[in-house]
C-alpha cells in the first residue's frame, strides 16, 4: 500500500457526495496537489464507453483490456472476474499526492461523510469510522464538522494527512 493518502466521501444517495468531491478537487488544485478519484459503482454492468464507438465495438469483439489513448489522456477499460479492492485500485494511483473516492463506504480507509438534513440527520457511519463531517445539522459526534461548502476547511484538514 502506497502513502498517498486516501480520504473516502460517504453518506446517503442524493445527500452531495458528488458535489463535495467536485468542490475539493477544485481546492485541491488550486493549492497545486495532483488529484486522482474513484468513483464506486455498487451494481454492475455501468459503460463509460460510447456504444458504436471504436473501443465499445472492442469490448464486443471480447476484448477484456480495452485502451484509449490520445496525446492529452488516456483510459482503461478492464473487464473483471470480481470487483478489486480499493486497495488494489489506489496502488495503481501512483502520480498523484491524494485519492479522493466517492463511496466504498465499509474499507476502513479515513471517511468524510456528508449528512444533509433533506435526506437524514442521521449519519450512515459512527464516530469513530469518520475523519470529519460536511453537513448542514448538528450532528452529536466528536469529530470536526465543516459546512456542505466548506472545501476550504476540509481541504486544510486533509492537507495534514499529506504532511
Known amino acids: 500500500m502506497s502513502n498517498i493518502p486516501v480520504v473516502c466521501i460517504v453518506g446517503r444517495s442524493k445527500s452531495g457526495r458528488t458535489t463535495l468531491v467536485e468542490k475539493l478537487i477544485r481546492e485541491l488544485k488550486r493549492r497545486g496537489y495532483r488529484v486522482g478519484t474513484v468513483k464506486h459503482h455498487s451494481h454492475p454492468g455501468f459503460e463509460v464507453d460510447q456504444p458504436g464507438k471504436d473501443t465499445w465495438r472492442h469490448a464486443q469483439a471480447g ?89 476550504t476547511g476540509l481541504v486544510d484538514l486533509i492537507e495534514g494527512l499529506m504532511q
Request: glycine share 4%; net charge negative; hydrophobic share 45%.
Open 63 to 151: 476484448s477484456d483490456h480495452v485502451v484509449i489513448a490520445a496525446p492529452d489522456k488516456i483510459a482503461s477499460i478492464r473487464r473483471v472476474d470480481s470487483e478489486p479492492g480499493l486497495d488494489e485500485i489506489s496502488s495503481g494511483m501512483t502520480d498523484v499526492d491524494v485519492i479522493l473516492t466517492e463511496g466504498y463506504l465499509r474499507t476502513g480507509r479515513l471517511r468524510i461523510e456528508v449528512v444533509r438534513a433533506a435526506r437524514s440527520t442521521e449519519p450512515i457511519c459512527t464516530a469513530d469510522e469518520l475523519l470529519a463531517l460536511a453537513t448542514d445539522v448538528a450532528v452529536p459526534y466528536a469529530v470536526p464538522q465543516f459546512a456542505l461548502d466548506d472545501a
